[in-house]
């Protein structure tokens, strides 16, 4: 995400991460992936329970949404409890944004 960040930026689009460590760990990972973008520490699983989103082996589950400016979730994707899966790539979230908007 990193690399595309500004192509998303383009679109007048904000990403955010959602972390459910704590803060000091959260703050660790953001400066050492440079994440352009604001990464949220969210230990108690707030937004995630808001969100619906599962968890697996003591760990939330991942997702990706797409929020518009009213705060209507216009698009997501939730990692299904499996041992493997897919997330979009920036690219598909990208196409999606240009379909959805």
Do not use: C, H, K
């Given at each position: 995400?990193?690399?595309?960040?500004?192509e998303f930026q383009a679109r007048q689009v904000e990403l955010l991460v959602?972390?459910?460590?704590?803060?000091?760990?959260?703050?660790?990972?953001?400066?050492?992936?440079?994440?352009?973008?604001?990464?949220?520490?969210?230990?108690?699983?707030?937004?995630?329970?808001?969100?619906?989103?599962?968890?697996?082996?003591?760990?939330?589950?991942?997702g990706s949404f797409i929020i518009d400016a009213e705060g209507r979730i216009?698009?997501?994707?939730?990692?299904?409890?499996?041992?493997?899966?897919?997330?979009?790539?920036?690219?598909?979230?990208?196409?999606?944004?240009?379909?959805?908007?």
């Amino acid at each position: 995400m990193r690399e595309t960040y500004q192509e998303f930026q383009a679109r007048q689009v904000e990403l955010l991460v959602v972390s459910s460590t704590d803060l000091e760990m959260t703050s660790f990972v953001a400066e050492t992936l440079r994440a352009p973008f604001p990464v949220l520490s969210d230990p108690e699983w707030s937004v995630f329970s808001q969100y619906g989103m599962g968890s697996a082996m003591g760990v939330p589950l991942p997702g990706s949404f797409i929020i518009d400016a009213e705060g209507r979730i216009r698009w997501n994707w939730v990692a299904p409890l499996a041992v493997v899966f897919t997330p979009p790539r920036p690219e598909e979230l990208l196409s999606l944004l240009d379909t959805l908007f």
